[in-house]
């Protein structure tokens, strides 16, 4: 990888299962260099289980060079007592990405599934099988956590891209016409 290489971790937070996904923006598309889960037994105590995937995510990061992180917004879940888990182990991921001075997007469900699939309600089936043909994989990143993640890495550069195409556009506007 260049030393200019955007690097981003996209992550689907949970405390059973932390998916994960770290693509390279490339010329063309985006190459995915590693997918994975962190996953922590559920008889384990609560706060072995954050430090857990603390580590995990410091350690992808370290080990892939990531410049950038995207995450999944927490969701008012029905179960508020999973909802607070997810929202502890987000936190963890939040605080491995500012220790290691990661820039962080944050994304909706919705804004995912519309930049990936173009379609705000997509099922976890179509996410994945997005994802496997925007990479241009042999199959969809598994179990569904990793290919949520991937979605994000992917949503966050196709955001930024955008972003910064609209900012490059009114730098070249003249001033009256803004």
């Known amino acids: 990888m260049s030393a200019s290489a955007r690097v981003v971790l996209g992550v689907d937070p949970g405390t059973a299962i932390l998916g994960l996904g770290v693509l390279v923006e490339g010329t063309n598309r985006p190459r995915l260099v590693y997918c994975g889960a962190l996953t922590t037994p559920a008889g384990q105590p609560h706060p072995l289980r954050l430090l857990s995937l603390f580590e995990g995510v410091c350690d992808v990061i370290r ?59 997509a099922t976890k089936d179509q996410v994945g099988e997005m994802v496997r043909l925007v990479l241009g994989l042999d199959a969809a990143p598994s179990p569904d956590d990793v290919a949520d993640a991937v979605a994000v890495g992917l949503c966050h550069l196709s955001w930024t891209q955008y972003s910064r195409a609209i900012a490059a556009a009114e730098q070249r506007q003249p001033e009256g016409d803004r």
């Open 63 to 121: 080990t892939y060079g990531v410049t950038e992180m995207a995450i999944e917004q927490l969701f008012f879940a029905r179960n508020v007592r999973t909802a607070l888990a997810v929202g502890e182990a987000r936190g963890v991921v939040v605080l491995a990405a500012a220790q290691a001075g990661l820039a962080i997007g944050e994304y909706t469900p919705l804004q995912i599934k519309q930049a990936v699939g173009g379609y705000g309600r």
